[in-house]
């Protein structure tokens, strides 16, 4: 199992090497202009008809790393100078491209490859990556993986609640439905259920924040507290924050619970289900155990695995996907502060969440795998 991990653990740096790759050049697919914000942070932004002066413009550029080739290598048009990432104002670029274009003949058109080294964007950023520098944001100044890190206290404290929730109602009631599978009451609360399931879940939190948290449509149905994470500062310790945020906290993650728990209980009655069909099942019950006693110390056990797989996926989604209920619910989590950073185009936070997200979710498939071994001895993948 050793040997196993290592191998894992020595896959993810070219994995992690590639996604930091796709992010990089995603940014520079983004729109903005990377000086322009620079300077409007420290207060210099344009306005009117005043413009910034070239060497000023060349100066942060210098300063942002933007004067030196993207990568390792480039591939261009032969016509193009392997230096023309040199001149690093965007008009003056254009224009020079559109002018050489103009004037090549087609064989100046052909590709070739002209190689850079070490001394590139990529290998600045990725290396300022590796020593958890992931830069500062463009809106507020503040260190990128500092907001990160406050947004991500809260994100995970609702997904945890909401997980603590989800399977405190998912497991009973599946193990009740089996028990009861012949009841019509039974069948009325699945059938309940799963029209709770196939709702959007934007629009039940939107309902639920409309209802259970203003006393404007049916007072006595305002019984949570109203969004957010209520009056919180800076200099409270983290228990006093929490204490004061689980309150708030609990109806988004209820209707997370709710809606995830519907399609948990019956994936659960099904995975029994077919447990019960299997010949010790009925064995067990031929020797005299009873129903309850066979449900709970045998079939439960026997297929609680497939679970297994829907708790690997499901945790780093439900860190990708929380900005909907964060939004709604108004929460400062890390689904926020994305949205945030989309809307401000602050790209140093957006895609350093986007690359934690991807390396999170692979540790967890790592993690998914030990506890299947662990779950059940005959599933080792490192034999």
Do not use: C
């Not at 100046?108 to 850079?116: G, R, T």
């Not at 590796?130 to 100044?141: H, M, N, R």
């Not at 497939?306 to 909907?324: E, H």
């Amino acid at each position: 199992m050793f040997k196993y991990l290592i191998k894992k653990l020595i896959i993810i740096f070219p994995s992690i090497f590639l996604l930091a790759v796709l992010i990089f050049f995603l940014s520079k697919l983004a729109p903005g202009d990377r000086v322009y914000a620079y300077l409007e942070l420290k207060g210099t932004a344009i306005s009117g008809n005043r413009t910034i002066e070239e060497k000023d413009y060349k100066e942060i550029a210098h300063k942002l790393n933007l004067d030196l080739p993207l990568f390792y290598f480039s591939i261009h048009p032969k016509a193009f100078s392997d230096s023309l990432y040199q001149i690093v104002i965007p008009k003056q670029k254009d224009s020079l491209k559109s002018l050489i274009i103009s004037k090549a003949k087609a064989s100046d058109m052909l590709p070739i490859i002209s190689f850079y080294g070490k001394k590139n964007q990529f290998h600045k950023w990725f290396g300022n990556i590796l020593k958890f520098d992931f830069g500062i944001s463009s809106i507020d100044g503040q260190s990128v993986i500092k907001k990160i890190g406050t947004a991500l206290k809260w994100t995970f404290l609702y997904i945890i609640l909401a997980y603590i929730l989800t399977y405190g109602f998912a497991i009973p009631l599946g193990i009740f439905s089996v028990y009861y599978s012949n009841r019509k009451f039974i069948k009325i609360i699945e059938l309940k259920l799963m029209i709770l399931y196939a709702m959007p879940l934007f629009w039940l939190a939107t309902l639920s924040v409309i209802f259970f948290t203003s006393d404007e449509v049916i007072p006595f149905l305002n019984v949570f507290p109203s969004p957010g994470i209520g009056n919180i500062y800076g200099n409270m310790s983290l228990v006093k924050q929490i204490s004061i945020a689980i309150p708030h906290l609990i109806l988004p993650s209820l209707i997370i619970a709710i809606h995830s728990g519907a399609y948990l209980a019956a994936l659960i009655k099904k995975n029994m289900q077919k447990e019960m069909k299997k010949k010790y099942s009925s064995a067990l019950l031929a020797r005299g155990l009873g129903k309850k006693e066979v449900i709970l110390k045998h079939i439960f056990p026997n297929s609680i695995l497939p679970l297994t797989t829907l708790i690997i996926v499901s945790l780093p989604a439900s860190f990708a996907g929380s900005v909907v209920m964060e939004v709604i619910f108004n929460i400062p989590g890390m689904g926020r502060l994305l949205y945030d950073s989309l809307l401000g185009y602050d790209w140093n936070v957006v895609f350093t969440i986007v690359l934690l997200i991807g390396i999170f979710t692979y540790l967890s498939y790592i993690a998914g795998d030990l506890l299947y071994s662990f779950l059940n001895p005959k599933i080792q993948p490192w034999k």
